[in-house]
């Protein structure tokens, strides 16, 4: 019995596993290993700021007890005038003078706001700056009004706190002074009973000695990040990039054929998206290897199947010559012409075969209706002159007879099983094809059902039949008219498309076979 059989079955890779952010546990982990350093940081820049704001409060607390103090000393030696009261400067001098650190900066303004005495004009100490270096370039007209503007916004911030002042409050800031730099201010009105005579303003200049303390205070938390930084940097390399080396390596070794597959066990164990990475790869790598020995043993069987018709026609054009009977010949040139038809049969299928598989991956799925399809291949076959009818019956509604699939290719299958039927079918016989629900239940899968009256399949051959290049000539078959290839095209097509095809043999009533059946499943629109 002709038959056929389609490559070896496809290995069904993995469904894709889709992790969420949350359960993949690599993903976890980089993101909390960010979090850390950062959390580090926010929290050492929220109590740094904190700390700083706490030094310059506390800044502002002392100046404004020192302020207190000296303008009650200033209001005691240096008020002179009655019955109206004023500040004298000349008295004011020794206070200020005697009781201002050097590091710190007094100034006494009368009633209008106007500098009695500045206590860097009467200390003994000599204010030392470094000189700009020689070869500095001169200050551009630009660099000088800039400082100008500067030095302005700094009178107008001093000028604005002892007009305040000079209203009764008492003004603690944070401003710029003349030079540029950054102090901390405090000015106190200097009283006379209820009577206002003028303004003290203390600045401190240690505000960046402040800043330089929060900095190092900050130090520790920088240290800790990058320390938590260095050590999920050594972590992530340990876990993730050292792993995913060694995949690229096994993967290398294979595409160099140092090795026909790879197996890491301890990563293949992993439980997190390097262990899936593993696995995959060794999946694919052993489906790669299986279907690259399926091709060296479908070459292997071309080459078997294609040398035979040749090897006969070689023998029958070297034998031709000596012949000179001239029906010898003529039977001769017939068994040529069989060969041919047979390697044209082979390599015409053979094509089919290796096309298979790019076809299958380009053609979308669509519904098809395998009742109209069939009611088209089975017309085909009404007026066939070998006398094997071709019948069909269907047991389902139009819109029961969809499936999701490729039109061609099950076009394909139907007309390779009915055509593998009729070879075995006695002249006068009929192929029944049937199509239903399997059950009468429309949610179940489509079968379609080829039945012949053959002589039937021999038990041990029902999956046989299926392989490349099997083939058993019925008694009277032209030789060379089936290549072995119809059956094992036709189950390649019918699982790419979820289906299953299968062979088993029917009896009569007593029990004796009776034919062959040929069932195909294929899942329904509903499925």
Do not use: C
């Amino acid at each position: 019995m002709q038959t056929s059989e389609t490559p070896q079955r496809r290995i069904p890779l993995p469904p894709f596993t889709r992790i969420g952010f949350f359960r993949a546990r690599l993903g976890r982990l980089i993101l909390l290993l960010n979090l850390a350093g950062l959390l580090v940081l926010v929290i050492g820049a929220l109590v740094l700021n904190e700390f700083r704001q706490g030094l310059i409060d506390n800044r502002k607390e002392s100046l404004m007890a020192q302020a207190e103090t000296m303008g009650e000393i200033i209001a005691y030696v240096a008020t002179a005038g009655d019955p109206e009261p004023y500040l004298s400067a000349q008295d004011a001098v020794q206070p200020l003078a005697r009781f201002i650190p050097p590091e710190q900066r007094a100034r006494l303004f009368d009633g209008n706001g106007q500098v009695l005495t500045d206590s860097y004009t009467v200390s003994e100490l000599i204010d030392v700056r470094a000189l700009p270096p020689v070869n500095e370039s001169r200050p551009t007209p630009e660099m000088r009004q800039a400082a100008g503007r500067k030095q302005e916004a700094a009178r107008e911030a001093l000028e604005t706190e002892v007009r305040l002042a000079l209203t009764g409050e008492r003004v603690a800031s944070v401003r710029y002074n003349e030079r540029g730099e950054k102090v901390v201010s405090v000015s106190v009105p200097i009283r006379r009973v209820k009577a206002i005579l003028g303004v003290l303003t203390l600045e401190a200049g240690d505000v960046d000695a402040i800043v330089a303390a929060q900095r190092w205070a900050m130090l520790p938390f920088i240290l800790v990040a990058l320390g938590v930084s260095l050590f999920s940097s050594l972590l992530l390399h340990w876990l993730v990039s050292r792993p995913i080396h060694r995949l690229s390596d096994a993967a290398d070794a294979v595409r160099m054929q140092k090795a026909r597959t790879f197996s890491l066990p301890d990563l293949e164990s992993r439980s997190d998206e390097v262990g899936i990475l593993a696995r995959s790869l060794q999946s694919m790598t052993e489906a790669l290897q299986k279907r690259m020995d399926e091709i060296d043993r479908f070459a292997a069987d071309v080459s078997h199947e294609i040398k035979n018709p040749l090897t006969s026609i070689r023998s029958a054009l070297e034998t031709l010559n000596l012949v000179k009977d001239e029906a010898a010949k003529a039977r001769l040139m017939a068994v040529i012409q069989q060969d041919v038809r047979r390697a044209d049969r082979l390599i015409t299928d053979i094509s089919n075969a290796s096309r298979l598989d790019a076809e299958l991956a380009r053609d979308v799925p669509r519904p098809v209706d395998v009742g109209a399809l069939l009611d088209d291949i089975v017309s085909l076959y009404q007026h066939m002159p070998d006398g094997v009818a071709v019948s069909l019956s269907r047991n389902v509604t139009p819109a029961a007879s969809k499936v999701m699939g490729r039109e061609g290719p099950l076009g394909q299958v139907f007309r390779n099983i009915i055509d593998n039927a009729r070879s075995f079918s006695p002249e006068g016989g009929t192929v029944r094809v049937t199509v239903a629900h399997s059950d009468a239940d429309p949610a179940r899968p489509l079968q379609i059902v080829v039945e012949d009256d053959g002589p039937g399949i021999p038990a041990e051959n029902l999956e046989t039949i299926f392989q490349r290049f099997y083939t058993s000539r019925p008694k009277g078959t032209d030789f060379g008219r089936n290549s072995g290839l119809g059956l094992s095209i036709s189950r390649q097509i019918i699982e790419a498309q979820g289906g299953r095809v299968w062979a088993e043999n029917r009896t009569d009533a007593d029990g004796a076979v009776a034919g062959a059946r040929f069932t195909i499943a294929l899942p329904n629109v509903y499925q």
